[in-house]
């Protein structure tokens, strides 16, 4: 008879996510989710399959709880000033202390090298497509864009949404305010 689950999936799964956000995957070992999930070695690999099943599972809850934001971006009609408070939204959903945790997504970016995993990849260059698909949405309703300067813009934004994330680990929030307030002048 199988043994039924003593633990919610969600629940260890948003303290693994936590824990990946903080520390990054490369640097958080089995035994660290042991002991942040709560549940052993047995248990996450029986449901997760491996670290990569946890990440990936991380990457889900991570996007999931992002998807508010998004959401809020999508249903705007403000164009570009939607756009700007994405980028401030974001901070504070990334608020760690005082500075940042970044982006889960962009974290792993940075950490991850070539050899990584294709699945994770695929994860990341799938989400950064999707919010630069966004961002160009949301771009579309100013009247003043060409299909080109659309294309050109959104690819700005998602590139300095990707710097915000990488700076909001370390630069105060002035410093970001004012990295925010000039990607937007410069738009």
């Known amino acids: 008879m199988a043994r039924k ?3 919610i999936e969600s629940e260890v799964i948003e303290k693994a996510m936590n824990l990946f ?6 640097t958080t070992s089995m035994q660290m989710l042991e002991k942040e999930m709560g549940i052993n ?3 996450i690999y029986a449901s997760f399959g491996s670290k990569n099943g946890v ?4 990457l889900e809850c991570y996007k ?3 998807n508010g934001l998004l959401t809020k971006l999508k249903e705007s009609e403000k164009g570009v000033t939607s756009i700007k408070t994405y980028f401030y939204d974001f901070l504070d959903f990334s608020k760690n202390n005082e500075f940042g945790k970044g982006c889960l997504i962009t974290n792993t970016a940075n950490e991850i090298g070539e050899d990584a995993d294709a699945e994770i990849k695929k994860v990341l260059t ?3 497509s999707e ?3 966004i961002f160009k949405e949301s771009l579309q ?7 080109t300067s659309l294309n050109q813009k959104a690819d700005y934004l998602i590139i300095a949404m990707f710097g915000l994330a990488s700076a909001s680990r370390m630069f105060q929030p002035s410093q970001l305010k004012s990295y925010i307030e000039n990607t937007f002048d410069n738009l």
């Open 41 to 43: 070695k047995f248990s």
């Open 141 to 147: 309703k100013e009247t003043s864009f060409s299909q």
């Open 131 to 133: 919010v630069r698909g």
């Open 21 to 26: 956000w903080r520390n990054g995957y490369e």
């Open 126 to 128: 799938d989400f950064t």
């Open 5 to 7: 689950k003593a633990y």
């Open 55 to 58: 990440f990936l599972e991380s």
């Open 64 to 66: 999931a709880k992002l």
